[in-house]
């Protein structure tokens, strides 16, 4: 396979005309992701990657019950762990000036029909491992009736009651419909919600209950829900006071990374007085203890 052919297997193009087809480029390396061995390689791989970047504090997001051709999903969260202590053991033998990444993992339930069992197991596997290198759960998959948010609400209210931080993905495919659904299930932050900007109504509930939304401006291009980038609405949402932020979605299938996308909405005038407050908005929403919060504000202070 060519490097041109691979990158057609891992990315979309110009041509890509919907979330559904975002989704199909997860596929691929799925395929290459069913070992321990590969998923601890992968983590650490990636974690030096966003270290290069800049970044001080992540949180990474991969779907266990994805990965159990040999493994269970308690072994795929394992092998994820171990591939950050790995990391963070690497990061302490580096002499340069950076600041220290630290990184925490979301685990992914699927928004899929028949999937129900699966996904009670990642309840339970990220309740196991909670505090341990997982920070919290969400929602992600394909966004449609079929699989509305609101069919998934008993596995948050367990989460909830089991003292697991959440976030949701939301107001992507579908309108704001799906945002006030995922706020019906408690959700303090939602992934995307960029189609709240539909409804001024939810705008206002948005700033009332600080929801924190995370915005994906080049896969919100990719999966045509905005032309062109001048259309993209983060200062709108910053202007009228809501927690935006900026985020990257997949980094491989968007062919981008997080200073590639500060530099985006930087040519459609995002100030650094701006830039600052999605900073903040993100320490704010971190699913992290209040010493890290403190290490994060330290650092624009």
Known sequence: MSDQELKERLSVGEDCQNLAEYLD?????????????NLHLLTCDLLKDLRSQGLVYAEIRFAPQQHTKTLTQAEAVQAVIA????FYAWQKEQADDRTDLHAQIL??????????????????????????????IDLAGPENEEVANRKFAPFFAKAKELGIPYTIHAGEAMGPESVKEALAMGTKRIGHGIRSMEDLELIKKLVQDQITLECCA????NTKIFNDISQYPLRKLLAKKVQATVNTDNMTVSQTNLPREYKLLESIGLTSAEEKQVYLNAVNAAFCDQAE?????????
Do not use: I, Y
Request: aromatic share 6%; net charge negative.
């Open 107 to 136: 685990l992914c339930l699927m928004r899929l029909e028949g999937v129900s069992d699966k996904n009670w197991e990642t309840v339970k596997v990220a309740k196991e491992f909670l505090g341990q290198g997982v920070a919290g």
């Open 218 to 221: 080049s896969s919100n291009l």
């Open 25 to 37: 480029k997860f596929n691929f390396p799925l395929e290459l992701m069913q070992s321990a061995e």
């Open 83 to 86: 591939g950050l202590e790995d």
């Open 293 to 301: 919060k403190e290490r994060l504000l330290d650092l624009v202070r």
